[in-house]
């Protein structure tokens, strides 16, 4: 899908970083509307809401199963046939070859879009020397990033930071999908490669991924609201 073909509404997932499955039914309810895309990750998963997928799905709502997997190929194959089954529009695993190799041969023929978790966006060169990686964290997602486009690979998550440069290596034929999104004068909390909707949008992001600056609100619909019209605002 070509950015041109992206939904506006669509380009911002909220992520359900919530305890239990009532506690997302309730955000969902308080979102309305105004919410088409749901990330669900390791919390919200282990609580028992990967069956909420089917039913965001049968409301018509997008879901991107953030589990990361990262295993031998086979094992992240019948996984990643297994997501495919629930419904999701994405799913994430970690960008090692065989690790990317296993998931497209999973998905197989049905929608599910793989992505490619690159570097997470909580660490900096720093921890990655700490975890034994000689490169710099923009070397390494620009290696991850060549590797992905090779094995098939539909989209690829990263920092805001990495989006102009991935641009260039991989143009439109992926999406990129950025977490680290924090709408001005919000707290970066644990991200350290952070930026605005408006400014990951311009740099060329397709999708925004935004969970506590949402879902901690006051008023979750107006945040997402606002978020919405910096993305049309950036957009043109």
């Known amino acids: 899908m070509t950015p041109a073909e992206i939904a506006p509404k669509d380009r911002l997932i909220v992520a359900l970083d919530l305890p239990s499955v009532d506690a997302a039914e309730a955000m969902i309810a308080k979102l309305g509307d105004s919410v088409t895309f749901y990330k669900i990750g390791y919390q919200l998963a282990y609580a028992g809401g990967l069956p909420l997928i089917g039913k965001l799905a049968d409301r018509g709502k997008k879901v991107f199963a953030d589990l990361k997997m990262h295993d031998i190929g086979n094992t992240v194959a019948r996984g990643t046939e297994s997501v495919a089954k629930l419904g999701a529009t994405f799913v994430t695993v970690h960008a090692y070859p065989q690790t990317m190799k296993g998931a497209v041969e999973g998905r197989g023929s049905a929608s599910l879009k793989i992505l490619a978790v690159t570097v997470l966006t909580s660490y900096d060169d720093d921890d990655l020397h700490a975890a034994g990686y000689r490169l710099s964290v923009s070397e390494l997602v620009e290696a991850r990033a060549q590797q992905?486009?090779?094995l098939g690979v539909d989209g690829l998550v990263s920092s805001p930071e990495e989006v102009g440069s991935l641009r260039k290596i991989v143009g439109h034929q992926m999406s990129?999908?950025?977490?680290?999104?924090?709408?001005?004068?919000a707290a970066s909390g644990d991200q350290k490669r952070i930026m605005t909707p408006s400014r990951a949008i311009a740099a060329g992001a397709d999708y925004l991924v935004v969970g506590r600056p949402v879902v901690e609100a006051a008023d979750p619909k107006a945040v997402a609201d606002t978020i919405h019209a910096e993305i049309a605002q950036a957009l043109g």
């Open 148 to 150: 992905a486009q090779v």
């Open 176 to 185: 990129l999908v950025t977490p680290g999104i924090r709408p001005a004068g």
